[in-house]
């Protein structure tokens, strides 16, 4: 039987999460020695395919590589997630003409842990960032730090010159790294990915970037989420970040599934490009997860990874996100579940998804879900053995009791190594809440 340790998982949502218990497992071991949704589609995202095999979500994970790692660490699971508490976001504007407001915003997460605090984005309309604390009680309302602001000084248009996306936040020390995206990058023209800046919002042109990254990933998969990998296997992945995206439209400029390239922070802004070695990536068409049309475990063109999380003490790289459950389809979407594969007028079939009308994607109902990802595999990737997309999750499980009606619009995650805390926002929510969950991990 394994000891438990505790760690945080935070959910910002609209709904109250439910709690599972801390389960018993023999196999854990020491800790190593040495971290679209679209309106329209292009051809290629209209790509058929046969039908793959669903991936079992409790297969066990493959072999250990014999390279100086630990036998068997503790690898992540839903039994390892208990819940904990909760509190408010701030709702007042303090800025005006909603430009000040966090409501329908949530994205680009990044944990401060100076001030213990979270960087995330305000509405979506603007793509402001802004900092709140994290109440030491796990209740009340979160307190402002910083008010919503441009963290590209308006250098965010040399990323390209459509709707532009705050992908994601990593603080290093006295800077904030920070990722923006091309939300529809029709022409495939991005390059460009990564931005630094110094962590005062209020200072102006301070910025530098954007800069391109190397690794085999095209940009719009390394211009997302960020995550720290822990310090034992920093040497063995080659460098101590994450950086990846997924799922976005045109799909075939983004990853059918998670991805994840490796980096070192202090190369932005002194390396260009910075170098990078993408260890998971789904071109569209790949043999894993093809092109997002058929039902599977891994990915749905309807699906959404919104953060990263490796866990000190494991071996799992979790990413945290949506999956669609649902028949997939491409068109408006309705409540009415009898019109559901019916015409509808204007050359496509409507789609059962009462969360969603726009045209596009869909697979109602959706779950908040975990991929969970074996970081020996990672190291196989690294060194060539294998291809970033022949890795699959070692486990998929949901979030479960964060029962609000099969929506599950995740816009955000990010992760405090430190204390195991994990924090989430809920999509396009006025009245967001941040939940606490916590994972036990064996010692």
């Given amino acids: 039987m394994r000891s438990c340790s505790p760690f945080a998982l935070v959910l910002v949502a609209s709904l109250v999460a439910s709690s599972s218990a801390c389960g018993d497992d023999d196999g854990a071991g020491p800790t190593p020695d040495a971290g679209p949704r679209s309106d329209a589609r292009t051809d290629d995202d209209a790509m058929a395919s046969d039908a793959m095999p669903a991936i079992d979500g409790a297969s066990p994970p493959p072999p250990p590589i014999d390279m100086g790692l630990p036998i068997d660490p503790a690898l992540v699971g839903p039994e390892d997630i208990t819940y904990v508490g909760s509190f408010d976001v701030p709702r007042d504007d303090r800025v005006g003409g909603e430009q000040g407001v966090f409501a329908y915003g949530g994205h680009a997460l990044g944990f401060d842990p100076d001030a213990d605090a979270l960087f995330l984005g305000g509405h979506d309309w ?120 997924c799922c976005l439209s045109i799909l075939g400029a983004s990853s059918a599934g998670p991805s994840a390239t490796v980096f070192e922070p202090a190369d932005v802004g002194t390396r260009d490009p910075i170098p990078g ?112 997309w022949d890795v699959v999750p070692y486990a998929t499980f949901t979030l479960d009791g964060i029962d609000d009606g099969g929506t599950a619009r995740i816009a955000g995650a990010t992760f405090d190594p430190d204390t195991g805390r994990l924090f989430l926002t809920e999509r396009y929510g006025e009245e967001p809440r941040v939940h606490v969950l916590r994972i036990a991990v064996g010692e």
Avoid at 133 to 138: E, H, K, M, Q, T
Avoid at 175 to 195: C, E, G, N, P
Avoid at 352 to 358: F, L, N, T
Wanted: hydrophobic share 30%; aromatic share 10%.
């Fill in 126 to 245: 603007y793509q402001l960032l802004g900092e709140i604390a994290i109440p030491d009680s796990l209740s009340g309302t979160a307190e402002v730090l910083q008010d919503l602001a441009d963290p590209t000084d308006g250098m965010g248009n040399r990323i390209d010159d459509s709707t532009l996306k705050l992908g994601g936040v990593l603080v290093d020390g006295d800077r904030l790294i920070f990722t923006v995206y091309s939300y529809y990058d029709a022409d495939s023209t991005q390059t460009l990915s990564h931005f630094a800046s110094s962590r005062d919002l209020s200072v102006s042109d301070d910025v530098v970037g954007p800069f391109a990254m190397t690794g085999g990933a095209n940009a719009r998969s390394v211009a997302g989420y960020m995550g720290w990998i822990p310090p034992e296997w920093r040497s063995t992945l080659g460098g101590s970040a994450l950086t990846g995206n």
């Fill in 277 to 388: 070695t993408t260890v998971l990536f789904y071109p569209l068409g790949n043999e894993t997860t093809r092109d997002g049309t058929t039902t599977n475990d891994i990915f749905v063109q309807s699906d959404q990874v919104a953060g990263i999380a490796f866990p000190p003490g494991t071996r799992s790289v979790l990413f945290i996100g949506r999956h669609g459950r649902g028949e997939y389809c491409y068109g408006p979407g309705t409540d009415d579940v009898s019109l559901h594969g019916m015409p509808d007028g204007e050359g496509n079939v409507w789609c059962h998804d009462p969360s969603d009308s726009s045209k596009g994607t869909h697979a109602f109902p959706y779950v908040h879900y975990v991929w969970a990802y074996d970081a020996n595999d990672f190291v196989e990737v690294r060194e060539g053995r294998r291809e970033p």
